[in-house]
């Protein structure tokens, strides 16, 4: 078998998980705004959570491609079960790739089983895109940490295990730190009312004087900046994978739905206006796929221009699912306005996929210097 057949065979085997035990309990996540468990158990039928993970610690090695298509996958039923695959490797992979080995064996080893639940901790109230501006603390008592600060708009807060925390640690040094939900000092905000991704909870994090073994730190803690940064790459192309899949299920909705509407004593999929559509939205979503998964594979061969490329594919992939839910919407005319369909579900989930991991406005400016310092 080859590396294709791999990934199509891998592709099949999410998408009937996804079907068969995550569709079913979609609506419902959204309409009570309760965390998918019924999807954590999910996970771990196919080991997905260990994707991320080498096998040296219990993982299944799995490259960033096999991820993308995974959350893709996911995403393509249920926005917020991907979303909380997604949280949980971009609060655990820094931890697997800097930690110690005491950190690794304690934290990162059970998670592969699919049992532990992440929260990545980075934005706060004042600072979104800038972690420059960040004003949480983390300061050095004895042989502990101590966390002192707020951090805003983080998923799976309030239900994960572990919150992986960008804290300053003097005044142009920032740290990383693994912080347990049993930690003094450690508490959350209201849960958020949001738009969309109801299923997965967003609240404030506290830390108030929040107090944590040494080894907690992860890797230098003068360099957790620039292991955040190398992540960001990462979880970039994750969003577009999530962003890649809502607009497939919402385009495979729409394309379903003009096929067995009538009007005018005819298939609404017949009238030209709408294959033109149709047409175009296609051609959008494949080259999207194209870009995500060229980004995919730069960052797992370390090419120097796998941030940009990964900026290209966020940019390019969210903003095509807003563009293809919303149209997937009008396709349903006044149904697509209801409650009876996922698409405005859709529509709603895939507006987070422009705004989180850094606005798409950041992602312009990231590709536009590498465009001018390629000139140099």
């Excluded at 992979?93 to 059970?110: F, W, Y």
Aim: hydrophobic fraction near 40%; glycine fraction near 8%; aromatic fraction near 8%.
């Amino acid at each position: 078998m080859n590396d294709s057949e791999i990934y199509e065979d891998f592709r099949k085997n999410v998408r009937r998980l996804a079907t068969e035990k995550i569709e079913p309990h979609a609506r419902a996540y959204d309409e009570e705004a309760r965390f998918p468990e019924e999807s954590l158990k999910a996970f771990k039928e196919l080991g997905l959570v260990g994707l991320a993970f080498e096998e040296a610690i219990g993982g299944q090695d799995g490259d960033v491609l096999i991820q993308s298509i995974a959350l893709e996958e996911l995403g393509r039923v249920c926005a917020s079960s991907s979303l909380t695959l997604m949280v949980i490797w971009a609060g655990s992979v820094p931890i697997a790739k800097h930690g110690s080995e005491r950190l690794r064996e304690e934290v990162i080893r059970p998670a592969t089983k699919g049992d532990t639940v992440f929260s990545i901790c980075l934005t706060e109230p004042q600072t979104g895109s800038n972690l420059f501006a960040l004003k949480t603390r983390a300061e050095k008592d004895g042989n502990e940490w101590v966390l002192k600060g707020q951090k805003r708009f983080i998923s799976n807060a309030t239900r994960s295990d572990w919150y992986t925390v960008l804290a300053r640690t003097g005044e142009k040094t920032f740290g990383l730190f693994a912080v347990h939900k049993d930690d003094p000092g450690l508490s959350f905000g209201k849960k958020e009312k949001k738009l969309g991704i109801r299923g997965s909870p967003t609240a404030d994090v506290i830390f108030d004087n929040c107090r944590i073994p040494e080894y907690r730190c992860v890797g230098d803690p003068a360099k957790g900046y620039n292991y955040i940064t190398d992540s960001l790459s990462y979880t970039r192309i994750l969003i577009g994978a999530q962003a890649l899949g809502i607009a497939q299920g919402a385009f495979e909705a729409a394309v379903k739905y003009t096929t067995g509407r009538e009007q005018f004593g005819q298939v609404v999929s017949r009238f030209q206006m709408i294959r033109g559509i149709v047409a175009d939205l296609a051609t959008k979503i494949e080259a999207s796929r194209s870009l995500l998964y060229r980004a995919a594979h730069a960052l797992s061969a370390k090419d120097p221009a796998a941030r940009s490329l990964a900026s290209m594919a966020k940019l390019l992939c969210s903003d095509m699912a807003m563009e293809v839910t919303t149209q997937a919407v009008q396709l349903h005319g006044g149904a697509g306005y209801t409650c009876d369909f996922p698409v405005e579900r859709m529509m709603r989930d895939a507006k987070i996929t422009q705004i989180y991991e850094g606005t798409n406005e950041i992602q312009r400016l990231i590709i536009a210097k590498h465009v001018y310092d390629g000139l140099e």
